[in-house]
């Protein structure tokens, strides 16, 4: 993908600095997804689903995007469906508390899928409008517990029954390269409908992702900013490659 930008770049042929930075910009861009970054939450009640390895801010960004969602007008309930991690379902329903939403909890080493497919129905007796789902935290090389997650999405394309869905991979941003090989692992096992760019606020700057978008096609769309409750937010690509560029 560098290299391809830098293609790109040269056959601009900028005179200078400031015309290379822009060309720069204008290459990246082009090689982003074109697809819609808004959450697609109609017909409700929407479920968004979190999947990701563990450690790469799940339970945060769950939590994070419930309270915007919120703040927004909506409704929504968290599902903690990460039931196999010591202490998942704890820490899910601390942060659900921290976010002021109401949560709906497995027990310990329960189905994942069946959690979230009981959520989905509790969301409905309650009137929530949206399910935010965290789901089992696993290893892109798993390959029989990405079947796992494969089934959370058949289970909760039947439970939503024509309902939007969101499939969300959650990447960290320190990790470099290796998020695209999560990436197509875990679009393998469900197709991702976006992406969230988690641990934006320090050195690391998730670059990987422009390939991983131009590659698949599967856009970033929210990004977590810092480490509290409100650093989350709908990610701009533009200023996002302009940060890049001008660091």
């Known amino acids: 993908m560098a290299a391809r930008l830098v293609q790109q770049v040269r056959a601009r042929a900028p005179h200078t ?15 982003m997804s074109a697809g819609p970054r808004a959450l697609t939450l109609d017909p409700a009640p929407a479920c968004i689903l979190l999947y990701g390895v563990n450690g790469a801010g ?9 309270h ?25 329903v601390q942060w659900a508390q921290r976010a002021g939403v109401t949560s709906f909890a497995g027990a310990p080493g329960a189905d994942p899928a069946s ?7 509790q969301a409905r007796r309650l009137g929530h409008d949206v399910v935010v789902a965290d789901t089992a935290g696993r290893l892109q090389s798993q390959r029989n517990l990405l079947q796992e997650l494969a089934k ?3 289970v909760t394309a039947k439970a939503q029954d024509g309902r939007a869905i969101e499939s ?7 990790v470099g390269l290796a998020s695209m090989t999560q990436a197509r692992a875990f679009n393998d096992a469900v197709p991702m409908t976006g992406l969230v760019l988690a641990k934006l606020d320090g050195t690391a700057k998730g670059g990987a992702v422009i390939g991983v978008e131009g590659e698949m096609g599967i856009p970033v769309k929210l990004a977590g900013v810092g ?9 701009d690509p533009a200023a996002y490659i302009r940060s890049l560029v001008e660091d």
């Open 17 to 31: 600095a400031d015309e290379a930075r822009e060309a720069l910009v204008a290459a990246a861009l082009g090689v």
């Open 58 to 66: 799940k339970t945060t960004t769950a939590a994070k995007l419930a």
């Open 68 to 92: 915007l969602l919120a703040k927004q007008g909506r409704k929504p309930l968290i599902v903690a469906a990460d039931t196999y991690r010591a202490a998942g379902i704890e820490q899910m």
């Open 115 to 121: 959690v979230v497919f009981d959520g989905i129905q």
């Open 152 to 154: 959370i999405g058949r």
């Open 168 to 174: 969300l991979l959650v990447l960290d941003a320190t």
């Open 227 to 235: 480490e509290t409750i409100d650093d989350v937010a709908q990610f």
